[in-house]
């Protein structure tokens, strides 16, 4: 396991799970499932601080941003939408930034504020309510979760097992996907 990319040809990699768009065209890809981007935080941080109604309303809301996104030294951060009509990014900004997105994690359950977490890394504190997604009608989508494995006529049976096994337990849905109107969405209430 590695957050780092590697090149599965040169060091000899026979799979491996890919987030977002992919550029490689070289390796086979199979598509997991969405890796679309939800904005979360606890119901105590909303009772506290109202849910905003529009993107441009983080503004004026602590954000909770993992120090390996945004700017440099601590500039701001552009999270991304696309609206109905148009796309749109917007600077946010919080007192807190995090080293790991685990930390950001829990600092958004504890109600520090709100976050951009990938739907596989929330949605089980959604489905529980300890987080509570808001903008959920802005489109947030950054490309898939994949299965890649190098072009090969003769791929070995067991990475050809391995495949099948993970495409079987992910589509045609995922675990972590949230269902329509299963999201305890932030209407603005």
Known sequence: MSSRRVD???ENFD???RIGRLTDSTLIARKLGSAKVLFCASP???EAHGKPKSPHDLRHHECLIPGSIGGANGGPNRWPFR???NE???AVSGRLRFSTATMTHQA???GLGIAAFPEFACADDIRSGRLVS???DFDTDHGGVYIVYPSSRYL???VRAFVDLVISRFTPEPPWAIKSGAIKSGDGA
């Open 83 to 85: 609206g109905r009509k």
């Open 156 to 158: 070995a049976a067991a």
């Open 134 to 136: 808001v903008l959920d």
């Open 15 to 17: 799979a491996a799970i």
């Open 88 to 90: 749109m990014t917007v």
């Open 108 to 110: 958004a359950r504890r």
């Open 8 to 10: 599965l040809i040169e």
């Open 44 to 46: 105590k941080y909303f």
